[in-house]
């Protein structure tokens, strides 16, 4: 635990970095532009993405967040 004290008094945090991988915002993406269509259902999509139920919705969320920042700029 020293070592982390240490490293963090040099001002530097562990972890995982926010947000998606690149492939995962891909998929994000993806997600999105298919939840407009219409004739895909959700569980279309999940087997097209290979993604589960719970990543899409998290996707879905992701890809407005950044879709409505880009519009308010």
Do not use: F
Not at 5 to 13: C, L, M, N, S, W
Not at 24 to 45: F, G, P, Q
Request: glycine share 8%; no cysteine; charged share 40%.
């Amino acid at each position: 635990m020293a070592g982390l004290k240490a490293e963090r008094e040099k001002g530097r945090v562990g972890g995982r970095k926010p947000g998606l991988s690149k492939e995962n915002e891909r998929k994000a993406n993806a997600a999105y532009t298919m939840s407009k269509n219409k004739d895909l259902s959700v569980s279309d999509i999940l087997k097209i993405l290979e993604i589960s139920k719970a990543s899409y919705y998290r996707y879905i969320e992701y890809a407005k967040k950044k879709i409505e920042g880009k519009k308010k700029k």
